[in-house]
């Protein structure tokens, strides 16, 4: 049993399917399924149930997943506290989609003046998909906001941020310098799609003013809420960080009357994960940004 033989079987119980996992690990697909082949001859047992277009683990597939998962995990964490030189090594980052665009660019231009030699990887996804991530090992840290449901990582508060209104030019309440939350319950309101927590932040600020708000569309990107905004499809709460790099003379932003609704920025990580002078590093730089 080879460690590479691990890898190609997790990454394929992960897709489940080999084509993907074998493009994903940059090898054929006959090299991957004769890997995984080798192993189940190995074993004396099959470990994927093939069906037409996926493959499912079988009971030992899913046994050997969990066991897989910890020794490739063992040897990570050794392979990097053994070459741990506070200077070179790849650290993973996560960001969610809200945060990545905007204040992950200044962060990761203030980590590569202090560390020049060092390689970073960044991971734009959803937060439930994040933590995952960083259950596993996937991601080093990941940059979300509060709440965190997570027991088993460390989640440490960067900052809090504003939560702006932002309204088309000619919208009736741009006059105004200050708005109420409840001021906006007439005007329909542009969300992102579910599994992105400044969703959740909108809709649970709504839900403590005793209003429902009438949801005219869902998207994945913010970028794409601003744009609807601008043309005229409803109004939608935007973070500080996106507003400040938003030039756009269609649309206008305004506070809300205190207490103005704030979202909580944070990181968090694995402390049952080797924590690496380079990884130590880089919180450090998040902290000071």
């Known amino acids: 049993m080879e460690f590479t033989q691990l890898r190609y079987f997790l990454r394929a119980a992960e897709l489940e399917n080999f084509t993907r996992a074998a493009e994903e690990l940059r090898v054929t697909q006959p090299s991957l399924s004769r890997a995984i082949g080798k192993l189940e001859a190995e074993l004396g047992q099959p470990l994927f149930e093939r069906q037409a277009r996926r493959v499912v683990l079988t009971d030992a597939g899913r046994l050997l997943a969990t066991r897989a998962a910890r020794v490739l995990s063992l040897v990570d964490d050794t392979r990097e506290e053994l070459a741990d030189d506070g200077e070179t090594g790849t650290l993973r980052i996560g960001a969610i989609p809200t945060i ?129 905004v601008s043309l005229g499809h409803g109004v939608s709460l935007i973070p500080a960080m996106a507003r400040e790099l938003d030039h756009a003379e269609s649309r206008v932003y305004r506070s809300f009357r205190s207490p103005s609704p704030t979202r909580t920025v944070a990181m968090a990580w694995n402390p049952y994960r080797f924590q690496s002078r380079l990884l130590e590093a880089f919180k450090e730089t998040l902290r000071s940004t």
């Not at 840290?141 to 960067?158: G, S, W, Y």
């Not at 969300?191 to 400044?198: D, K, P, T, V, W």
């Open 100 to 228: 990545a665009p905007y204040f992950l660019p200044k962060v990761l231009g203030a980590f590569a003046e202090r560390k020049p030699r060092a390689s970073l990887v960044v991971v734009e996804d959803v937060t439930e998909n994040l933590l995952k991530q960083t259950m596993d090992g996937e991601v080093d840290v990941a940059i979300l906001a509060r709440p965190v449901a997570a027991r088993h990582l460390e989640v440490e508060t960067l900052f809090e941020e504003e939560l702006f209104l932002v309204l088309p030019t000619e919208h009736p309440l741009a006059s105004r310098r200050r708005i109420g939350v409840e001021d906006v319950e007439p005007y329909p309101v542009v969300l992102l799609a579910s599994g992105h927590c400044l969703s959740e932040s909108v809709l649970t600020l709504c839900r403590e003013r005793s209003f429902h708000p009438v949801t005219v569309g869902r998207t994945t990107q913010l970028a794409t809420v601003q744009e609807m």
